[in-house]
C-alpha cells in the first residue's frame, strides 16, 4: 500500500527552527519532494531528495533516508511569512505519480 | 512571471449545472495534470496528460472528462456538479512524468480555482 505520513499541526516562534517529519509506505520509491501551501493558493516547491542525505537550500533543508522510510523539512529562522501548509509529496517509481500527505500546518508567532 | 495560470481563480455555479475550468502553461511541459483538494486533504490525482495521451485515474467519476487541445491549454470539465465537488482545483505542469536517470520533474502548480456549488 501507499502511505505518507506527516503531523497535522505544528507551531513554532519568530526566528526559531522547526523541523517536520514525514515517514513514508509506497510500493516503490523515485523521489521525495516538500512544497509549500499557503492558505488557498497552489503548492510551491521547496526541495527534492531522491538519494540519502541532506539538501541544503538557504532557510531550508531538507534530509532523506530511504531505508528508514523518512524525510525532515528544517526551517531555520522563521518568519511570519513561513506560516503556511508544508506537503510531502512521494514519487511512486511504479507509476511516476506524487504521492501527497495531507500538509502539515505551520503557524508561526511573534 | 506567471508559468501556470489557471482562470477563473473562483467559480459559483449551480447543482448540476456544468462548468469548465481552464489551464495554461508557457513552460511547454509535456504533462498537464489536474488535482482535486478538499479542504486540509491531500491533492488527489483526477487525470493527466502525456502529450496528447489521457491518462485517467481508476477512481476519478465520469462526472469529471478533460480535454487539451494543445501543449498549451488543458481543461476540466465537470458534468453535472454535485454538492461533494465544491473543492480547489489545481492544475500542474511538468516536463515529463517520470524520475529516469535522477531527474527531477519537478511539477509547478497554477493557483487554483476554487469551486462553490450551489
Known amino acids: 500500500g501507499q502511505n505518507i505520513d506527516q503531523p497535522t499541526e505544528m507551531t513554532a516562534t519568530e526566528g526559531a527552527i522547526v523541523q517536520i517529519n514525514c515517514t513514508y509506505q509506497t510500493s516503490g520509491f523515485n523521489g521525495l519532494f516538500w512544497y509549500q501551501q499557503h492558505a488557498g493558493e497552489a503548492p510551491t516547491f521547496l526541495s527534492y531528495n531522491v538519494l540519502d542525505g541532506l539538501e541544503e537550500k538557504g532557510r531550508f533543508s531538507s534530509f532523506l533516508s530511504r531505508s528508514k522510510g523518512y524525510s525532515y523539512l528544517l526551517l531555520k529562522e522563521l518568519q511570519m511569512k513561513d506560516s503556511a501548509s508544508y506537503l510531502c509529496a512521494v514519487r511512486d517509481a511504479n507509476t511516476d505519480k506524487l504521492i501527497f500527505g495531507t500538509g502539515t500546518r505551520l503557524q508561526v508567532f511573534p | 512571471d506567471a508559468m501556470v495560470i489557471q482562470n477563473p481563480r473562483y467559480q459559483v455555479t449551480q447543482f448540476g449545472k456544468p462548468v469548465t475550468l481552464s489551464c495554461s502553461q508557457t513552460?511547454?511541459?509535456?504533462?498537464m495534470y489536474w488535482y482535486q483538494q478538499k479542504s486540509s486533504q491531500a491533492p488527489k490525482l483526477l487525470f493527466h496528460y502525456y502529450d496528447k495521451d489521457f491518462n485517467n485515474e481508476a477512481d476519478t467519476p465520469d462526472n469529471f472528462q478533460s480535454r487539451r487541445p494543445n501543449t498549451s491549454f488543458c481543461f476540466l470539465d465537470i458534468r453535472s456538479p454535485g454538492l461533494g465537488d465544491a473543492a480547489m482545483y489545481l492544475c500542474?505542469?511538468?516536463?515529463?512524468?517520470?524520475?529516469?536517470?535522477?531527474?527531477?520533474?519537478?511539477?509547478?502548480f497554477g493557483a487554483g480555482t476554487r469551486l462553490s456549488v450551489l
Open positions: 513552460l511547454n511541459h509535456n504533462v
Open positions: 500542474a505542469t511538468s516536463r515529463d512524468p517520470g524520475g529516469g536517470a535522477g531527474a527531477k520533474n519537478i511539477q509547478y
